[in-house]
């Protein structure tokens, strides 16, 4: 796909000549997140705006000419939303990537959308500020992206998800006209939530240029507990029992044999294979070690088989690591992924680990799951091997009857990945006819056009 | 107003006799919150639904004879948002009020509107969980109210406003259609958030019977400190300190001279009267006397004239009914008043308090300031004679002048109580000409024929 001349000429007219991109081999580079199974077309032109002016540019022309615009950072999603359509403009914000202000007495950042989560995340540690929204691709990926996808991490369980740290925005709409929406203050509910409805909404709304976001002061450093169980189904009673006395734990994370056994090949980290399940709870309060302690006591009476507190935070950090690891371990299994993102109330937890399993036997597959337990947020990874179209098809299917089962539980087919290209027929199963027809009615309003990343969402 | 015997007559096909009220001395006390100079008209008729289907049926027939609704909860509201228009129906909420569920694994509440904040909070700490969210009015309040208004209280410093509670919603829509919205789980980011669109919005998108809660566990009882300043702008700087310092209190809380005194005249809480501000601040951490005592020392830097930790809870809980009493105290001084909603980044709000005071002497006003010092969230409360209409007037452009003050200074002229009627030109100001038509563009989306709640917000 070749950009159009006039397309072209408009957008060199304001955009500097670095910041465009035509040749094909360069575009072509950035058809893609890191979903697998999500159609892409090949971009018209790639723009790298590094200003609200030429961001306002990019979508006056992309409305006067009638092209798609499909925003992106750092294309590290799960969902394929930031993939490109044929002969649009990809819009990348990842020259924005200013951190204007750091407030400690407000506890607010105003930043721009390519700031990189780590960079801000350490630059308000510096302050002594806490930035708590931490996905696996923390390095990569950006707040715009975060915003984009409302993605969580291992903090949720107590810090909750990116939605909860977005104050306000300044958003670029599909005419290029500039709305700023939100707040710089704690509190504020003058008029409907438009900031909120932007955050999850991938780009199909406007383009977000600046946000305020909220900081807490950062709490002591975590201290993590393994607990090793005989079956999934105790390891989840772990959890359920933990939450039901009370404890607020920093993170509450499972792996399951077979995650455990891939983090290993990858990286020798010495985890123990013989169990079906691992379980890391952390605390990040004054005194962790005493309530690791009541969380170990907990893990006993559901039945671990070994309980091991870290000893220190060196000790602690290496368990984190092995389950950051875990996605990346899965998907060298067989060279192919496919990782669900169902989330059940914590209470059915147990009940969608033991279905998965009868998926992964029915399918003849290899699902490993490694869970953000604490919240009912799992994430099922089918491996298979992408040159055998027949174990694709099965992957395939096994993946949407995790869906199915997720929704059967009381659950929502996406904790934190999103819906994108990947989930948007489900989005249509777990919202309704009702749900559907008002998301497209708020879509028609903020872009008549259609032209913010179509194809996506719905 | 009497209601068309149409109306009447297809009302009285589904809803029992007790539910209708049309004694226009009964329907006349549904037509006004609790906020003042606030335009209401008379309902047609009260309804009192009992069930989802009643709630349907009475919006069939609003959209069938185009007749508007306004949703109503307890009437504690102070922005008018609850005023009846002239010929409504008045749809009050109060006889749906059953807790639904209430599950410690899962940590959530289902319930319906009508249930009264404190009821619930009783409910779910006999179960050791905790629902944040208490405004001053929460013996009475509703959590319907509640959620249209997305009100705070004392808690938000520590734990937010209610908007953060609410997981998901059941809406019957201006057309008598139910809509399921959000989850029941602790992440979930499935399409645009729904469900914090119609948080806040004042019952003009749809009508919530039953909403989805999320819980905490309970922390430990808090324990107060009270500090006393010889200047607004000492204490002020207090707060600036204690937040920068990383202090997470449960509560902290400003009462001026004014309201100081006023509560005193009220109930003889013997609080200082030679004081210029008093501030509270409260832990509810496992050892609060040890926070008490950093963030006493923090008072005393800023210039604190005295500073009492409360020995115990009973002391604890009698300087935070001193604080509750405020706005009711400083109402009884001249025996009308209009409580402001400022809201300002809390490193304005020496500035705010600053120029309140300038105000007050312009307009030669007593105008108390009572505030959420934590959030910068201040209801600076203009004192006045209602039989006096010189008096009404300067009262009413002094309560201009401080929304004005707080925009300049990055507020936002609502933190918790919300547009309604009292706010709705400023709201215009505050949010600009393109978020008004994105608003009324998602008002139009979910109420074409525009008849949930006219006249408030916009």
């Known amino acids: 796909m070749t950009a159009a001349p006039e397309l072209l000429q408009r957008l060199q007219d304001v955009l500097p000549a670095e910041a465009i991109l035509t040749d094909p081999d360069v575009t072509g580079s950035y058809a893609h997140d890191m979903a697998s199974f999500c159609e892409a077309g090949a971009p018209a032109v790639v723009v790298l705006p590094r200003t609200v002016e030429e961001v306002q540019h990019v979508m006056r022309t992309a409305t006067a000419l009638r092209v798609p615009v499909v925003p992106q950072g750092a294309r590290t999603g799960l969902s394929g939303a930031a993939n490109a359509s044929e002969g649009c403009i990809v819009l990348s914000l990842v020259k924005m990537d200013r951190i204007l202000e750091i407030n400690p007495v407000d506890r607010i950042a105003v930043v721009e959308p390519g700031v990189i989560n780590a960079v801000l995340s350490r630059a308000v540690g510096e302050r002594g500020l806490y930035y708590?929204?931490?996905?696996?691709?923390?390095?990569?990926c950006t707040i715009g992206g975060n915003?984009?996808?409302?993605?969580?991490?291992?903090?949720?369980?107590?810090?909750?998800v990116t939605a909860e740290y977005v104050l306000g925005l300044d958003v670029v709409l599909a005419d290029g006209r500039l709305l700023t929406t939100g707040r710089r203050t704690a509190k504020g509910v003058a008029g409907y939530d438009l900031t909120r409805l932007f955050v999850g909404s991938e780009g199909s709304l406007g383009i977000v240029v600046r946000a305020v976001l909220a900081l807490r002061p950062q709490p002591p450093q975590q201290l993590v507990l393994a607990a090793e169980f005989a079956s999934t189904a105790a390891a989840c009673d772990a959890v359920c029992k933990i939450m039901e006395a009370g404890h607020v734990p920093s993170l509450l994370e499972l792996m399951d044999r077979t995650t455990v056994r891939a983090v290993n090949d990858m990286a020798q980290m010495g985890l123990p294979e013989t169990t079906e399940a691992l379980l890391l709870a952390a605390f990040d309060t004054p005194d962790p070690a005493a309530d690791l302690a009541a969380v170990g006591a907990l893990c006993a009476a559901a039945g671990a088989t070994e309980v091991v507190p870290a000893e220190d935070h060196a000790e602690s950090e290496l368990l984190l690591q092995a389950r950051r690891l875990s996605l990346t371990a899965l998907e060298a299994i067989k060279g192919s992924s496919m990782i669900d993102d169902v989330c059940?109330?914590?209470s059915q937890l147990g009940a969608l680990l033991e279905g998965t399993a009868r998926i992964a036997e029915k399918y003849d597959l290899t699902i490993g799951v490694c869970a953000h337990a604490g919240d009912g947020n799992t994430h099922p990874t089918v491996c298979f091997d992408a040159q055998d179209p027949d174990e694709s098809r099965r992957a395939r299917e096994s993946f949407d009857e995790i869906m199915a089962l997720g929704l059967e539980l009381g659950g929502t087919i996406t904790g934190e990945h999103g819906v994108g290209v990947?989930?948007?027929?489900?989005?249509?199963?777990?919202?309704?006819?009702?749900?559907?027809?008002?998301?497209?009615?708020?879509?028609?309003?903020?872009?008549?056009?259609?032209?913010l990343n179509p194809g996506k969402l719905f």
């Open 132 to 140: 708590p929204p931490d996905p696996s691709s923390w390095e990569m």
């Open 147 to 160: 915003i984009g996808t409302a993605s969580g991490g291992l903090c949720c369980v107590k810090y909750g």
């Open 344 to 346: 059940v109330p914590r």
């Open 422 to 451: 990947l989930k948007k027929e489900w989005l249509a199963r777990e919202i309704g006819p009702v749900g559907v027809e008002l998301q497209r009615g708020i879509k028609q309003t903020f872009d008549p056009l259609g032209i």
